[in-house]
């Protein structure tokens, strides 16, 4: 559920797939340049959603050209999280000669249903992406993939629409993914925080996008950029600092970071300008308008380290961090004509430790369910290779040859919309493998067996401000391992009922949950007790004040005769007990309750800290987060 899907992307080709299932429900719905001929046995289902936005935003006027009144995808953002969902073998990939090599989706052999619900002049409608649910659930989908949501603060899990949909699909047993939100690395910020959904984080990649800046004194310093030279900057140019140049009307400090309309265009013309990131700049797309409008041939913007590599239209840009920049200006106050020049980008693999947690990836607690850990689980989400639209950017024009329009069939994006789709295709891929899996035993498996360690076996590290040892408020579980996925040993599974029951816990009244659960639903038990008892394959104890006891089950999913034993790492400042600490699994004993103690080692106000709870049976390792804040209630009776 996206901005649709640009059809004649080579990675929706049939070739390979199998049939349409006969169980499959769904529509090609025609509209402005698509018809039935679009879909295919890759596409096999496509629909397209306008009243509700009409109704909620006014009137979509396509004839400008930048929209289609149909399932087309006229903004690249759909057509990329359909191909990193599903997407099939392409060749030589590439973006604007990066990143080649062959691309895939992360289940390249299932089918693709487009529903189109967002738009391009911006904005989803709530009563379109019902509506998409309702018409998904009924065409018989496995999995949505859903890149959206919405901002802070959080409504009701009975009030918001990503929830209620999502319900409805997970009661039908369709997994639910969806994105993080892009607001971190500030705590708090995660979005889409249903327990019957997965929330998507986002991680780097070990591929980064090296660009040299060389100085007239023939130093060299390395920032990153996507620059391939449509415009010569093969030699030296002179380069000045945003401030030296200021408009007559702007302050130093503006003009620093390149706020608009703060640069003297007389001073810019020709020459290459560095951009200092500020508190209130922080956009390296408005240092680069504002570079380009005031005649300026290239742009150095300086930031707090990210590994995120931003795209600018019609100018060259290098991205490097504030050291970097710093030596760049000594360079330029120790000579009187400082000059320098960029050297083409360059694609480079594995020289950049993976995976780290992006800076922008919204970070936990839940602000709606503290007791819910949120995400779930981090994906790649930085620097993504994936098709594109084409017709994206017909307005984007490069400003050295206005006429030569820039088209891109495949892109390199970051965000939690592009780390949502990874999991959106292991998903399927389990779905495979293990039909008759509940969403929450699939979510499960994919949280349990995730992992902790980057690949040189380092704790992951999150990009923050600063960059700290990564906690389950930044991964959930950790960073997803597909292959032990399948096979995780036990699981935590959940059925509507325990979803109900979590509702009646938030304290929403009967009518609203019967709403939601399109039943007649009278809450008998409102005790905010089950928050914490919700099987949710992890423990977060938002007020731990003495001891609290929690329960879990496990399912045994492995072979039927297993023994696991208990293993606790516990979050600082607690002791933590487990009992039974054995679990013996045989033909008629396939789940087992077990309880978890947490007793408070402090009588303090006191921050998060994180453990582990282990199962192990020599095979497999289930490994849930431990989750835990100890409160006194004296602290509250003296503010």
């Known amino acids: 559920m996206d901005t649709g899907i640009w059809p004649e992307s080579e ?20 509209g402005e340049g698509f018809n039935r001929s679009n879909c295919n046995r890759k596409i096999i289902g496509a629909r397209w959603y306008v009243k509700g936005y009409e109704a909620e935003f006014g009137k979509l006027n396509s004839s400008d050209g930048v929209e289609f009144l149909s399932p087309r995808d006229a903004v690249g953002h759909g057509t990329h999280t359909s191909s990193t969902a599903a997407g099939g073998m392409v ?26 619900i967002c738009w391009a002049p911006g904005g989803c409608s709530s009563a379109d992406l019902l509506a998409a649910f309702d018409d998904a659930t009924f065409d018989g989908v496995d999995v949505i993939s859903l890149s959206l949501g919405s901002s802070l603060p959080l409504s009701t899990y009975v009030d918001d629409i990503v929830s209620i949909g999502s319900f409805h699909a997970v009661a039908k047993g369709i997994s639910v993914v969806c994105s993080a939100g892009n607001s971190g690395p500030y705590p708090q910020t995660v979005i889409n925080t ?82 200092f990131q500020s508190q209130f700049q922080r956009s390296a797309a408005t240092a680069a308008r504002t570079v380009l409008d005031s ?20 100018i060259p840009y290098i991205q490097v961090d504030f050291a970097i920049g710093t030596s760049l200006l000594t360079y330029m106050e120790a000579n009187r004509n400082p000059i320098v020049k960029f050297s083409f980008t360059k694609t480079v693999i594995g020289q950049q430790i993976s995976p780290e947690v992006a800076f922008f990836s919204s970070r936990g607690p839940s602000s709606l369910s503290p007791s819910v850990l949120k995400p779930d689980i981090a994906a790649p989400g930085v620097n993504i290779l994936a098709s594109w639209s084409p017709v994206s950017n017909l307005e984007q024009t490069d400003h050295v040859t206005p006429n030569y329009i820039l088209q891109f069939n495949f892109k390199v994006e970051s965000g939690t919309s592009m780390s949502c789709p990874h999991i959106s295709g292991i998903v399927a891929l389990l779905k495979a493998i293990h039909p008759t899996w509940s969403p929450a035993a699939i979510k499960s498996a994919i949280v349990t067996t995730a992992s902790l360690k980057d690949e040189y076996a380092q704790s992951i590290v999150a990009e923050g401000a600063p960059h700290k040892q990564a906690d389950p408020f930044d991964y959930g579980g950790g960073h997803v391992d597909p292959n032990k996925a399948m096979d995780p040993g036990l699981v935590y599974d959940m059925e509507v009922s325990d979803y109900v029951r979590f509702l009646c816990a938030m304290g929403y009244n009967n009518s609203a949950i019967s709403l939601m659960n399109r039943a007649s639903t009278t809450c008998n038990d409102k005790s905010t007790k089950f928050l914490v008892n ?22 045994n999913v492995s072979p039927m005769n297993s023994v696991y034993t208990a293993r606790v790492q516990a979050p600082a400042g607690t002791t933590v007990r487990v009992e039974p600490s054995t679990l013996t699994f045989n033909s008629t004993r396939k789940k087992l309750k077990f309880k978890v103690t947490f007793y408070s080692r402090l009588r303090v106000q006191g921050r998060y800290s994180f453990g582990n709870l282990f199962w192990e049976d020599g095979i497999h390792v289930v490994r849930i987060p431990l989750i835990v804040r100890t409160i006194i209630d004296e602290f509250y009776a003296e503010t």
Not at 11 to 30: A, H, L, T, V
Not at 295 to 314: C, E, M, Q, R, Y
């Open 295 to 314: 005649g300026g041939v290239g742009l150095i913007f300086a930031k707090f380290p990210t590994k995120d590599v931003h795209f600018s239209f019609g």
């Open 534 to 555: 919700l099987n949710l394959p992890s423990i977060t104890i938002p007020e731990l004040k003495k001891s609290i006891t929690v329960s879990r089950q496990v399912t």
């Open 194 to 275: 249903a327990p019957w959904v997965i929330t998507v984080a986002a991680s780097t990649i070990d591929r980064a996008f090296p660009t040299a800046i060389t100085m007239g004194n023939n130093q060299t310093v390395v920032g990153q950029a996507f620059y391939t030279g449509k415009e010569d900057l093969n030699k030296f140019y002179p380069i000045v600092i945003g401030k030296d140049i200021a408009a007559f009307d702007a302050d130093e400090g503006s003009a620093r970071s390149c706020e608009s309309g703060t640069l003297n265009a007389t001073l810019v013309r020709g020459k290459i300008v560095i951009c």
């Open 11 to 30: 990675s929706f080709k049939d070739e390979n797939m199998g049939e349409i299932p006969p169980r499959w429900n769904g529509i090609c719905q025609e």
């Open 91 to 116: 060749k030589d990939a590439s973006f604007l000669g990066l990143a080649q090599g062959l691309a895939r989706g992360g289940a390249p052999l299932a089918w693709l249903a487009i529903y189109k």
